[in-house]
């Protein structure tokens, strides 16, 4: 991120302009919905900024721009479509201490101006770093038909009813009654009754929740998926939302961690594997208690919690305690690693079934029906199996498997870093110890990718 995202407080302060062409009248029309001070320099200056001027919107300096105008201004805009007199204007402003913007250059500006969605109070801003205006105006395009012209309304009047709401607690209680306002109560009472029946739906939905009861605890136990952000769920995503808790392990994502609440508590409870851990139980206490105290948690873990996550222990956890919960499935590893190697599980003539296993448990290397899968056409997806390699091998051979069976690794499935690694089983542990993977595997028996090399840059290219 170049240019951090912020909200600056104008209202009263000086804005600067210099320019009186089309690039100053476009940056005017959108600095005009401030309650800033416009002074508008240039020596030729339009006709419609010139209006402006006589309905008291912004003021005009009708001459080039001179040392001692910049002073005390928030916020500079070079305007004047002329490259020399452009960098001219803004050595003048930075000298007199003010945030400098140049109209289409982007290199020698300190800030930009994002593309703004307006329902005042309530303003989004959307910025792609000068990268990709045209996309810039695509999501403005979309957020002005997703968000009613209403919403600046109930903004306004939700703000001056901040202070009544202070009745009900911090944090769930008093989130659910603004969620309610904003998305039901709210819209209804405008449309039935216009702005002058909102402040009494306000009051009443007020009253409404402070009789209500406290909501129990609960717990969601979601797949975070493989690692890429867009393979979430909408449940899973709608989870994250309203999170007041984030119980994670150590391969759920940044990426995937950046949709739940600012507010939420955010707790790694990582499993390093053949490392210092957290205990499954000190995992499992952890949750129930979130929850008993009325917290809304979510029990976030990577690919699908019903695979290799024990879900049983947690949900024995939560019955005895009496705390509800769902399961929220996510994208197994095995499903998007296979498809990022244009691959599908089973096929028709090859192998009618598929064994998900795990090359490691908790009573070391796991042991599985190793005659079963030496069978030709036999495909396995193996969970934590980069330490087993050797061990799992050995078992294939010695129960004779076919040395020259596929076998593909793939590295941080479904994220930018992927990697993809195609080898045989007589190669399987010496591919392993040369690749030195740092990520988590999956390893395919029994499957070869399409074209490891094209999937893998496209994986890059479109991510």
Known sequence: MKHFPIFLAVEGRRIVLSGGGDAAMAKLRLLMKTEAHLTVIAADIADDIHKWASQGKLRIVERAMEPGDALCAALFYAANEDDAEDARVSAIANAEGALVNIVDNLADSQFITPAIVDRDPVTVAIGTEGAAPVLARAIKA?????????????ARIGKSFRHAVDVLPMGRKRRDFWSSFYFNAGPKAIAEAGETGVIPALETLLD?????????????????????????TLKARNALDKADVVI?????????????????????????????????????ALIVKHASDGHHVVRLK????????????????????????????????????????????????????????????????????????????????????????RFIQGRLLMHGADPATPVTIIENVSRVDQQIIATTLAELEPTLTQADLKGPAITFYGLAPRNAATQSRQLKEFA
Request: glycine letters at 12%.
């Open 248 to 284: 994670h392990d150590r391969l759920v994502t940044g990426e995937v961690l950046e949709l739940a609440r600012r507010e939420a508590i955010i707790i790694d409870a990582g499993k390093t594997g053949f490392g210092p851990s957290m205990k499954q139980e000190d995992i499992d």
């Open 208 to 232: 409404s929740h402070i009789l209500a009861d406290t909501k129990e605890g609960h717990v969601d136990l979601v797949g975070a998926g493989p690692g890429d952000p867009e393979l979430l």
């Open 302 to 389: 990577a690919g699908d919690p019903t695979v290799f996550g024990r879900l049983d222990e947690e949900i024995e956890a939560l019955e005895a305690a009496d705390v509800s919960y769902r399961i929220i499935p996510g994208i197994t590893a095995a499903s998007a690693a296979v498809a990022n190697i244009g691959q599908s599980l089973t096929k028709r003539g090859r192998n009618s079934a598929v064994r998900l296993i795990t090359g490691h448990d908790t009573k070391g290397y796991a042991d599985h029906d190793w005659a079963a899968l030496a069978q030709p056409g036999e495909v396995a997806a193996i969970y934590m199996g980069k330490k087993s390699a």
């Open 142 to 154: 979309d957020l002005e038909e997703r968000l009613p012209t209403s919403l600046g309304i109930l």
